[in-house]
């Protein structure tokens, strides 16, 4: 753990079989409960809240200060489900300083990034391993699990970014990626903007 004023170089260790860094400082764990209306199939949530509020994501971070110049770096879990057609998924977010960018480096599983500007430019990227997504700044990101099994992906960006989940809390993203006819489908989401 680095406390701002000792800073010194580290290092870390990614175990890609059991998905985790193995020396994180942080480990956020996200549930469906979570997720609140940012499902389109509101049925399907109800009834899987009812049974068992699951574990959708887990996120392993290292930190650092967290001001201009550093970098935070870590891995994010999404594990496979669907709620209705509907992938598990983050939630998503723009960053508080919005024109911060990040890098997201797929390393097991098979997802899609969704993107998307203020201004209404939308962006999906497939994310396989070994394969980046570079992410601009002023552009929300989510990750989506396409597979059957953990999407993990090490993500990179500006330790002074912060993150903006009340846009997307309140508007949702403008597409949706779904499983349709056995595949995944892109799809505009009948919930942006309500
Ligand atoms: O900053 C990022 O983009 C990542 O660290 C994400 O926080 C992580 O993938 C989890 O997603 P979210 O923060 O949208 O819940
Ligand atoms: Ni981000």
Not at 177 to 187: L, S, T, Y
Request: hydrophobic content about 35%; some cysteine; proline content about 5%.
């Amino acid at each position: 753990m680095n406390d701002g004023l000792t800073i010194r170089p580290f290092t870390f260790s990614i175990d890609l079989e059991n998905c985790r860094i193995t020396d994180a400082d942080n480990h956020i764990k996200r549930n469906l409960a979570d997720m609140k209306n940012q499902y389109f199939y509101k049925e399907a949530y109800d009834k899987m809240m009812k049974e068992d509020n699951a574990l959708l994501y887990e996120v392993y971070e290292k930190l650092v200060p967290e001001k201009s110049g550093e970098l935070i770096q870590g891995l994010s879990i999404v594990h496979p489900g669907k709620v209705g057609k509907e992938y598990f998924m983050t939630k998503g977010h723009f960053h508080s300083i919005i024109d911060t960018a990040e890098l997201y480096l797929c390393l097991k599983g098979k997802g899609m990034m969704v993107m998307e500007t203020p201004e209404g430019e939308w962006a999906i990227e497939e994310m396989i391993p070994n394969k980046a997504v570079y992410v601009p700044g002023k552009w929300a990101h989510r990750s989506v699990n396409i597979s059957d099994t953990d999407l993990v992906t090490l993500f990179i960006y500006p330790a002074d970014a912060g993150h903006d989940y009340g846009t997307i809390k309140e508007k949702s993203f403008r597409k949706i990626v779904i499983e349709e006819n056995g595949k995944p489908a892109i799809m505009d989401n009948p919930m942006w903007n309500l």
